[in-house]
């Protein structure tokens, strides 16, 4: 099962090293890893899927970005009502010939072409995984050349939970906050 976790992190050099590190020494791969500014100035928020199918491994992840230094706050929206998406630059080689399939597949799936060379097209897109994947293999009858993928970022839906620490972008020497003490995983 996939595991999606929105992280809310101070805006401070080795923050997004220590939470990459935490994934590597306890042995689990980041499908995908969004970061930027947030709402708040010194926040940053993460969006981190790992593909984990153990629950007690998922708690234990969980509670281990809790842990981390400059983690303010953390929810794991796997299981909860949320807006996801990805985008996607595809770079490909077409032919005028082949112009009006492109089209037809850009339309479906509400693309747009970016950028329209004599030695390639960039079509941009951005959407949920699932419709991303299907856009990806209607564009195979083209020579594609060339894909970047952002990786899913969510949103919860719903009621905004602000986070109540005084503490965001506090000195490096102030050792005396902590993230809040959750007790419970509840997915």
Partial sequence: MKQTLITLVEDKPGVLNRVASLFRRRNFNIESLSVGKSETPGVSRMTIVANEPDSHKRGNL??????????????????????????????????????????????????????????????????????INKMIEAFQPFEITEIMRTGKIAMRKGKTHNISSNNINAQLDDLSWTPDHITAYQN
């Fill in 62 to 131: 969980y509670f281990n970005l809790l842990k981390l230094v400059n983690v303010i706050a953390v929810k794991d929206v796997s299981s909860l009502p949320c807006i996801s998406r990805e985008t996607i630059l595809v770079k490909m080689t077409i032919g005028p010939e082949q112009l009006n399939d492109l089209n037809d597949v850009i339309k479906k799936f509400g693309a747009r072409i970016v950028d329209m060379g004599s030695e390639s097209t960039i079509v941009e897109a951005m959407d949920e995984e699932s419709v």
